[in-house]
């Protein structure tokens, strides 16, 4: 008989109404049968116990004869099934824990290699073994689902605390300065020329657009500047005009030449460098070189010191009635496990919950319509994951916070309702840097921009990490202006990437991708959303219930599948 993963003891207490301490919930979890000493020893408790204690565990087993198992005994070593002060949060409402499904960590492994493009899910992650159907219609009975517990269900995590490092920056929360006056613009264009410009300085040699007439016709022209118009000509031929501080000037892309590839993968606003030659009345530079300011291919990412991994997550879409709470439990269970025991740090890509009126129609496919009830159910799903893990959370446009980017961290309000496990709550995008390994979180909107817009070739929902690829490509995370991303004027652009990080980590369009880009890692991470009806009407078609799990130490990734 499998033991029980500690998470889910803690759902069948707290569906009880019981918090209980983590000594008391190892012991359950490592009795013979689990949920029969759970009964014993609900049924044992005095009526005005909240908390269930060991002592009460013990009193409860020994009158029934129960036997507790032999795999682990609970002992005070390391943080338990729920860190937090070594008790157990408690308090899952119904919702929440009626819904009976055990632990089943499942999936073989896909580990990314250099330089090669990753990767279909279905294939790098194992086969689906306990096939069930998707939350709200699975039955409430946990004998027939496989617990993978390597025989050591009351497996007790053991985690150094002290070793950990975690640090952030670019985070927008708490210094927006926009107030969307034109002013704003003009200093959050200004920056981000200059900031991106000196990148490509060094590439070419710069002419300021208002000198380039005053040049003699055929000189060698080097231009950066903001794409501020792409058009063809009636020839077939691109005029791409650039801005710089001075003001705009027109080049030359023409067709057939490789450089008219490139073309494809403009989009407004970013900033490109270019080398040409002035034509002969000086009114346009015939364009023989394109620049993006890019990631050095000889880039060397960093890594940890020590064998230690995050789990990269996003669009968890709590309060949807696609949102898949059988996936989450198994996520959250086998994060309990020895399999995953140095999975110390949990990242999440924005999209906690469903958020009210995102998109028309939406509240008929809400499951809780109340936005703060939302992260309050949210809350507790995060509760389940062990309590000793470090989490960091972005918003996404599903979110209480602002739509427009950079966006800042949830409110106090917010805050407030999602204590759990103490997580760092930051902007959309912040760098956030484990153990040395830095870690540009976005949440991904431009990514429908730069999938709508750029030939299927080089950009698809089907390999999201090849549109990340573009984005590292111009050091922006949401170059365009007035598109699908909305973006608001701050003093500084906060979407500009400054530094190249190491890994680059983005959810928002439900697609499992992964790959490395100039030894940069993206990884879009899946979700746990079931299709919904507005994806089927556009064919989207969701990567549910997947968790890459990223080693530090090497960069390689494993997608893990909980579906
Ligand atoms: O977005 C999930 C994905 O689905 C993302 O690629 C956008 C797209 N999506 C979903 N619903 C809509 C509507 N109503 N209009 C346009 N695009 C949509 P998420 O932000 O998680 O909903
Ligand atoms: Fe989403
Ligand atoms: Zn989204």
Same mark, same amino acid.
Request: without cysteine.
């Given at each position: 008989m499998p033991q029980e993963a500690p998470a889910r003891v803690v759902r069948e207490l707290a569906s009880r109404g019981y918090n209980a301490e983590r000594e008391a919930v190892t012991l359950l979890a490592g009795a013979d049968d689990s949920m029969a000493a759970i009964e014993t020893v609900v049924e044992s408790l005095? @009526?005005?116990?909240l908390k269930v204690t060991r002592e009460d565990v013990e009193a409860g087993l020994e009158r029934s004869g129960s036997k507790r198992g032999t795999a682990h005994d609970g002992g005070d070593g390391g943080d338990g099934a729920d860190g937090d002060g070594g008790d157990v949060a408690g308090g899952v409402d119904a919702g929440i824990a009626g819904d009976g499904v055990g632990a089943a960590s499942q999936g073989g492994t896909g580990t990314s290699s250099t330089d090669t493009p990753q990767q279909d899910p279905s294939v790098s992650t194992g086969e689906d073994t306990t096939n069930r159907s998707r939350d709200g219609s699975s039955p409430r009975d946990v004998d027939d689902v496989p617990v993978e517990?390597?025989?050591?269900?009351?497996f007790e995590r053991t985690v150094d605390e002290a070793l950990r490092a975690i640090d952030v920056a670019g985070d927008v929360t708490g210094h927006s300065t926009g107030t969307g006056a034109y002013d704003d613009f003009v200093s959050v264009f200004r920056d981000r020329y200059d900031r991106l410009g000196s990148k490509l300085r060094g590439r070419v040699n710069h002419r300021p657009t208002d000198s380039i007439e005053d040049m003699v016709g055929g000189s060698d022209v080097g231009l950066v500047g903001m794409v501020n118009d792409l058009r063809s000509t009636k020839n077939g031929h691109w005029i791409v005009e650039l801005e710089d501080t001075n003001g705009v000037f027109p080049c030359l892309i023409t067709k057939g030449?490789?450089?008219?590839?490139?073309v494809d993968e403009l989009l407004f606003d970013e900033v490109i460098a270019i080398e040409g030659t002035l034509s002969d009345d000086g009114e346009i530079v015939f364009v023989d070189e394109l620049y993006f300011p890019d990631v050095p291919r000889t880039y060397e990412p960093s890594t940890a010191d020590r064998h230690v991994q995050a789990a990269l997550i996003s669009?968890?879409?709590?309060?949807?009635?696609?949102?898949m709470a059988d996936a989450w439990h198994r996520f959250a269970d086998w994060l309990h496990t020895e399999e995953a025991e140095h999975v110390e740090y949990l990242l999440i890509a924005g999209d906690m919950v469903e958020g009210v009126g995102v998109y028309p129609n939406q509240d008929e496919e809400l499951d809780v319509i109340d936005l703060y009830e939302q992260y309050e159910r949210f809350s507790e799903y995060l509760k389940e994951v062990p309590g000793d893990m470090e989490i960091v959370m972005i918003p996404g446009?599903?979110?209480? +916070?602002?739509?427009?980017? @950079?966006q800042p961290g949830f409110d106090e309000e917010l805050r407030d309702i999602m204590t759990a496990h103490d997580a760092k709550i930051v902007g959309n995008p912040s760098t956030v840097t484990v153990e040395g390994v830095s870690i540009l979180m976005y949440h991904g909107v431009s990514l429908d921009e730069v999938i709508a817009e750029f030939p299927e070739g080089k950009a698809s929902y089907d390999d999201p990490h090849k549109a990340m690829y573009h984005l590292l490509k111009k050091r922006? +995370?949401?170059?365009?202006?007035?598109?699908?991303t909305r973006v608001a004027p701050e003093n500084q652009d906060y979407l500009v990437i400054d530094d190249v990080p190491d890994v680059f980590h983005t959810g928002h369009v439900h697609k499992l991708g992964f790959g490395k880009y100039h030894n940069v890692l993206a990884i879009n991470s899946g979700c746990w959303q079931a299709q919904t009806d507005f994806q089927k009407s556009v064919n989207i078609d969701p990567d549910v219930g997947y968790a890459p799990i990223v080693d530090l130490d090497t960069l390689d990734v494993t997608a893990r599948k909980f579906v």
């Open positions: 005095s @009526p005005d116990t517990t390597k025989g050591e269900g009351s030449r490789d450089l008219a590839d490139l669009d968890v879409h709590v309060g949807s009635q696609e949102f446009n599903h979110d209480a +916070v602002r739509l427009a980017e @950079p922006h +995370v949401a170059p365009q202006y007035g598109g699908h």
